[in-house]
């Protein structure tokens, strides 16, 4: 099966009488037959389930279809993004473990990084992940290799092949935040991560109407006991350990479980997945190529002849698709939000991933109270506007670009 025929054929757990999308089972509790049974059930000696925080049928498909898509071994869903960054972080790490990142992240996740530090986890950021950056800040006490595949909003693209190359040489897992460029650009797990997380309330809900997070397990990575006392418990899973102690132990007790009806929102966004991605691709690299060819301002986006990461792209990426943001220099605060103020299609929105354009300035909102240095790592700067791009007709987005632009440059 391809990419495409999975988001539709790819097998669900049960059949449901024909049902072509999973029912939503809307019921905290399953009631059993008799004792016995649920004493099996919460055993794991026999299929079944017990109680939606620990698994439900419509979360549970929802996984399983993400599992597929990833090419994974298992994947658990959460309740937000943020609670899939923290349950694959916290799953594998123990009080003076640390961290290596990428310092180009999504706010959210330094601010969890952040509190990380109040338990003894601290992270080494990097500004450019490679291998030998990588190799340079290793210590004895690194423990995971930490990234987003195309940093939001700083738009740099990780060569996943080569951070998995020295994640695997040195013992580490390589956990990708994959988001911004879902499965329908490039699997992570294919080219080497162990661990891929998604904020699935972005392109994998793609309408906006939704939060969650998922977390997929490649299930290739050799974990060793001694340097992860965290998982020693589930050594008998080998290397279902990771998913193993996500469901048994840590993601079950935080009880960061997915609802029952945002999974199945998501079952029903996941089906136009490929088709959305393509589409936001082709409007994305056609909208930065007018407004950097005619509009006079600085556009940064991966799949942009011009952009650094091209190249990138075109090895890394399938048919070379670039994501679906871009962000513009406009000269200055006062100018960036004149040109939000006048667009009429694009929503003024803290989300990215939606099927309708939304626009941000990023430095007043989501980094409002991230300090300088933050900010400068993450590529935020105050004359910066981040277009998360929509399925709207590529001419009425330029259109939209171009006036908006012209009153900008009037207000000047
Ligand atoms: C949005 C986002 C998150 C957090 O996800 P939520 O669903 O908002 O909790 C994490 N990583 C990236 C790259 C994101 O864009």
């Known amino acids: 099966m391809r990419f495409n025929t999975k988001l539709l054929h790819g097998k669900f757990p049960s059949d449901w009488s ?66 899939a960054v923290s349950m694959a972080l916290l799953n594998i790490l123990s009080t003076g473990d640390e961290i290596i990142s990428s310092s180009s992240l999504f706010g959210g996740t330094f601010g969890l990084l952040a509190n990380f530090e109040q338990f003894g986890l601290h992270t080494n950021y990097l500004s450019e992940l490679n291998a030998e950056t990588v190799e340079a800040a290793l210590t004895p006490h690194t423990k995971v290799i930490f990234a987003e595949l195309i940093g939001n909003p700083k738009l740099d693209v990780v060569d996943i092949r080569e951070l998995a190359y020295v994640a695997e040489r040195h013992g580490l897992p390589l956990v990708i935040d994959a988001t911004t460029a879902t499965p329908a650009l490039v699997r992570p797990l294919e080219q080497g991560a162990h661990i891929v997380v ?71 966004g996941l ?20 407004i950097e060819q005619n509009l006079g301002m600085a556009v940064n986006y991966p ?40 667009l009429r299609y694009a929503k003024i929105a803290t989300n990215i991933g939606d099927v309708r354009t939304l626009v941000l300035h990023p430095a007043s909102t989501i980094y409002a109270h991230s300090d300088e240095q933050t900010m400068q790592l993450s590529g935020v700067y105050d004359d910066l506007v981040r277009i998360s791009v929509g399925l709207e007709d590529i001419e009425d987005l330029i259109e939209d670009f171009t006036l908006a632009s012209i009153v900008m440059n009037g207000d000047r």
């Open 271 to 290: 089906e136009t997945l490929g088709l959305r991605m393509e589409r936001l691709c082709k409007n994305s690299l056609a909208l930065a190529e007018h």
């Open 303 to 342: 799949g942009l002849k011009s952009n650094s990461y091209h190249a990138l792209i075109a090895k890394q990426m399938d048919d070379g698709l670039g994501g679906a943001i871009l962000t513009l220099r406009t000269g200055s605060k006062k100018r960036a939000f004149s040109l939000i103020d006048n």
């Open 198 to 268: 998604h904020s699935s309330s972005k392109y994998i809900n793609g309408s906006g109407d939704a939060i969650s997070g998922v977390i997929v397990d490649g299930g290739r990575f050799d974990w060793d006991f001694e340097k992860y006392p965290a998982l020693a418990g589930y050594q008998q899973m080998g290397k279902f350990a990771f998913t193993a102690r996500l469901r048994q132990d840590i993601w079950r007790n935080f009880g960061a479980c997915l609802a029952p009806q945002n999974a199945w929102l998501n079952c029903v």
């Open 18 to 83: 024909g049902s072509t999308l999973p029912p939503i089972y809307q019921v905290s509790a399953f009631a059993h037959e008799s004792a016995e049974r649920l004493e099996k059930v919460f055993l794991n000696k026999e299929p079944g389930f017990a109680y939606t925080r620990i698994a439900n049928p419509t979360v549970a498909a929802f996984e399983r279809r993400m599992a597929l898509l990833e090419g994974g071994m298992d994947a658990v869903s959460c309740s937000s993004g943020m609670a």
